[in-house]
DNA sequence: CAGAAAGTGTAGCCTGGGCTACATATACCG
DNA sequence: CGGTATATGTAGCCCAGGCTACACTTTCTG
């Protein structure tokens, strides 16, 4: 509308928009396992698909995804574990996610919304819009 | 942490952000096709290829999509149009778009960061959590 | 401690959304 | 009006991320 964008920008946006959405996979599966092995100690490939919804088959899969990507380890039969980089993956997504949801909380959203839309809006929440988020959360609640 | 949400609660959500995925692309194109049509009169496979940052063969054949699912019509050479239901979904988009900016905006996002980042946020944002933003904004600003 | 139950892994299939390469259609001009 | 440049469409490839089916471990239990 009327907004005509230099053609390169929105292109370059939409770009990212895509490699985000390859990202968001991993950093959920990251999130949830640092979740798993701390609550329950262990991260078995079947709790990780009951918990997203997916069958054993298509977790094993992501997992080995996650080791080729250097975020996790797995040997057969004995379980998930993150490496250094992926148990740092998972706190920085844990701090976002907290934020995202408490923001949407903030703005009068019910909590069971928040929750549910936190997951697929943190990923595409950037650094600067996260420190905004944070700075609002910090004066104005 | 420590949250231990009941399994199915947590698969729900992820389903969702699943099938929001799946439907965040064809709302996009109805939207840049949109865009097009006002600000162009026409919408031409190469333009949309340009304005997304793909290739025409990716956007010929997502457009295709959009004609099976009802949102588009096209015939060979002539552009590409929207059907009713296209347009309502361009115009629902739209106004959603705004809000996700204009929220972003209010909360000291810069604007070329709110930008980039509705464009991967908007997709996710529910009929709740959209209500709450404008609600704020009404209020708020 | 053997057999059943539960978990794990592998293979093979499908769809979506990218790409390049090539062939065809249209449009623009000398 | 013919030829070049641009746009369009098609084919075929790749990878991600789902799935089911099937085979094999591990664990639990009578």
Known sequence: ??????????????GKTRSAQSTALLED????????????GEARPTDIARRLGVSHATAVKT???LKRAGLATARPYRGVFLTEKGQALADRVRVRHRIVVDLLCALGVPRESAEADAEGIEHHVSETTLKAFAHFLKVRV
């Open 1 to 14: 509308m009327a907004k005509l964008p230099a053609e390169g920008t929105q292109a370059r946006r939409f």
């Open 29 to 40: 599966y990251v999130e949830l396992i640092a979740d798993l092995l701390a609550s329950a």
């Open 63 to 65: 997992v080995s995804r």
